[in-house]
């Protein structure tokens, strides 16, 4: 029998399907909700917790698994910490998937400890409040620095944002609150993310990931994001 469940934000009742009932209907990805919750005090982790959770879902007889919550995602150090702790447990015949995981140096901290599969709604987010992930930092658009610059937003991206925008025409667009602005920054933050997984899944197959991962690092830091050539 289906599982009756009140949405919260929405206040109208949904419905937990059987797993069964979610193949047949082609569902893509599945995710597996906990039906206990455990308080874990991450600064002084019980790692009995993780073994016990561990396989307990290694167990299931389901495609992936996946992390998530608050200790992933929310806080970089924490993430980084929490990935490190249950990167030997989780099973390696299975991909791994982590919830909230948007921002780009974030990519390299999950791949190296072992993640597949990772999104986030962060990328669309900075989009719609006018801010675009570039190969030197964070772009933020509505900066009187780019009033009159005639730039594209990423001179190193492939996207159409950037073969047929500029800045200034889309701190123009952000000022206007065209709806074209949000879908534009939109556009080139995705396309950033899916280039990025993919120098990333290039350089695990050529033997660079270190490398590739200190060059990001570098150019991805905060200080050097606004108005970079």
Do not use: K
Not at 79 to 102: C, H, K, N, Q
């Amino acid at each position: 029998m289906n599982d009756r469940v009140v949405r919260p934000h929405w206040g109208r009742p949904g419905v937990h399907f059987p797993i069964e009932v979610v193949g047949r209907i082609g569902v893509g990805r599945v995710t597996a909700v906990a039906h206990v919750v455990v308080a874990i005090d991450f600064n002084q982790p019980d790692l009995a917790q993780f073994f016990f959770f561990d396989e307990a879902i290694a167990g299931l007889d389901l495609p992936g698994v996946a992390v998530g919550g608050e200790s992933v995602g929310y806080d970089p150090t924490l993430t980084e910490s929490v990935l490190d702790w249950i990167a030997d447990l989780l099973p390696f015949d299975r991909p791994r998937y982590a919830m909230g995981v948007g921002d780009p140096l974030s990519f390299f901290t999950a791949v190296e400890r072992g993640i597949d599969m990772f999104d986030s709604v962060l990328p669309t987010r900075l989009a719609r409040n006018g801010t675009l992930l570039t190969s030197r930092g964070r772009l933020r658009l509505m900066s009187s620095a780019y009033a009159d610059d005639d730039r594209p937003p990423d001179a190193e991206c492939d996207c159409p944002t950037c073969a047929m925008t500029s800045r200034s025409l889309l701190r123009a667009l952000f000022r206007a609150r065209a709806l074209l602005a949000y879908r534009l920054a939109t556009i080139h933050n995705v396309r950033f993310c899916l280039r990025l997984a993919h120098l990333i899944r290039e350089s695990i197959l050529a033997g660079t990931f270190s490398a590739l991962h200190n060059t990001w690092a570098d150019r991805l830091r905060e200080d050097r994001a606004e108005a970079s050539p």
